[in-house]
Nanobody, 126 residues
């Protein structure tokens, strides 16, 4: 089992920045990759970014590329999503997730991920 605890959401003005954190515990040695997803009210959960641990490869949705950065602190087993130049359309619940099966359905498919955080709300508004 892997446990994920997320923090860092909140209210920010358009153009501002936020950093989300996600601390992993438990069988972290089984993690192949971690990802960040978001879900706006009435919308499906959508992919934002992912990080394949063994190679350090990163992947981004077109909607966040150049504005969001995914990273990881190996020593702390903590993942981060740095979000810059935030827009109103970035408003959503954000979730981190861990994949232990090797991107079975692709890095951007939530069904590839086995464990999920509780989520944190990000609101971008003036």
């Amino acid at each position: 089992q892997v446990q994920l605890v997320e923090s860092g959401g909140g209210l920010v003005q358009p153009g501002g920045s936020l950093r989300l954190s996600c601390a992993a515990s438990g069988r972290t040695s089984s993690i192949y990759a971690t990802g960040w997803f978001r879900q706006a009210p009435g919308q499906e959960r959508e992919f934002a970014a992912a990080n394949r641990w063994s190679r350090g490869s990163t992947y981004y949705a077109d909607s966040v590329k150049g504005r969001f950065t995914i990273s990881r602190d190996n020593a702390k087993n903590t993942m981060y999503l740095q979000m810059n130049s935030l827009k109103a359309e970035d408003t959503a619940g954000y979730y981190c997730a861990a994949d232990t099966g090797g991107f079975a359905r692709g890095y951007n498919d939530p069904r590839s991920y086995d464990y999920w955080s509780q989520g944190t709300k990000v609101t971008v508004s003036s």
